[in-house]
């Protein structure tokens, strides 16, 4: 048993350890280490500044998650480098030697009689609606009016038989819609808008890490990829909850962050990268002082929606060539599918992940993304096994599934939500992304509180490329005659 002199030197060590660790000063702490933080945090680590990241989660990467699982990995989280001319991530693959693969999502369509649906038609006017949603000019209007419009000028010019089969155009505008909703993060395509900033990279837009994994992105963002050094003015700390910022408007002096724990820091200035949903939960009780009504108003305005994946893995899968899969529902078995089984209906296909040769991932969105992350997964897999039997059971032989993963952005409350998107709402406030941009100063002027993250990217926002440009937007406004 310890005598009382060496448990007062034990508790006099741990106690300095932690006013060691809890006093120092750095230049910048980091909130968040998803893509916008890991830039903004790697970045000015580099160029020599003492940066500290705290991240509440036990992980790094945000909405990034790579997980193995099947033979590989999966990503219950962003998917692809969407785009390369110029991206920061794909960039970031080619200069260091990894190799990323292009990704076909040509639709392989089943109807919900088990029978092959019209796949070249099927994928020819998903591609010309896509196509219609650049560069769209004119009032603002809901987006699926206004692809409607289009597909039916379309089909009217290009398949004049079409234009009587109402059955079809039904079936066809149900999944395109829900083809949108998955792209846009929205609970239906009525609510997205049709005048947006937002503006694709050139390139392919469906660039997959594959077995690599995105979590690859983020070890060379931090110097570890190949067991390489890290920064060393870069401290990390997992599971570490921020619950306040002081910070000083009306005098100078530094930034003041406290964590659950209780643990307190301080920086001359603070990148605040979390999530819009997480904003929009914690906007009043974060900061300290408030932040201004026109952020307040931007957080309120700007919609971030959910996009979910259920991921199912198999001993062996052999599935008819292709990576994705359409559900076209029938009218009338759609109208017999029962109220509590109504989210199967709501998802618009499978895919097979280039990461793995059996594992099988279901798509979905919104309202319906929202409700699946309540079921229990038990629920959820024998559910999904029956859709997927319903529309290939016919061509494929699937077993029964070995494991279920369930991603569930807004039901975490590190997230609330996968991404953002522009709705009706937002687009009668321009500025509310260059708003939340915006950095607050003290009485001097000086740097004290900034914004990174996707919701912040006026063009690029829902992408990891876009967050990622957002976190080296803030480190060169902290540095601007640094080179980064």
Known sequence: MASLSEVYLILLFVSSAICTD?????????????????????????????????????????????????????ELGAEWIHGTEPSVVYDSAIDNNVMVLPQDIYLNVYKSDGTPGNSELINELVDYALEMTSNITGPARPLGLYLTDKLNEYIKERHPEL?????????FLSIMDLIV????????????STLTNYRELGGHQHMSWHRHGYK?????????????PGWPTLDIKLNKEVKLIKWPRDSSGDVEVTCADGSVFTADNVIVTVSLGVLKERKTSLFEPSLPAGKIKAINVIPIGVMNKIMLKFDKLDLPSGNFYGFLWKSEDKARVCPEDGWTTKIFGASTPLSNTNVLTLWTSGIHGLLVEAMPSDVVMKKSMELIRRFMGKVADIPEPTGIL?????????TRGSYTYDNLVVTDYPDARATLE????DSTGALKVLFAGEATNSNHFSTVHGASETGLREAKRILPNSKL
């Open 163 to 171: 234009v009587h089969d109402r059955e079809f155009l039904s079936e």
């Open 181 to 192: 909703d998955n792209l846009e993060s929205s609970n239906d395509w009525y609510d997205v």
């Open 406 to 414: 369930m991603s569930k952005w807004f039901s975490n409350p590190y």
């Open 22 to 74: 809890t006093m120092m000063k750095y230049d910048t702490i980091v909130i968040g280490l998803g893509a916008a933080g890991t830039t903004a945090a790697s970045a000015l680590a580099k160029a020599g500044k003492r940066v500290l990241a705290l991240e509440a989660q036990d992980r790094i990467g945000g909405r990034v998650q790579t997980v193995p699982f099947g033979d590989g990995v999966v």
């Open 216 to 228: 690859t992105f983020f070890d060379i963002l931090l110097n570890t990829y190949e067991n390489g």
């Open 438 to 441: 915006a950095p607050l100063r």
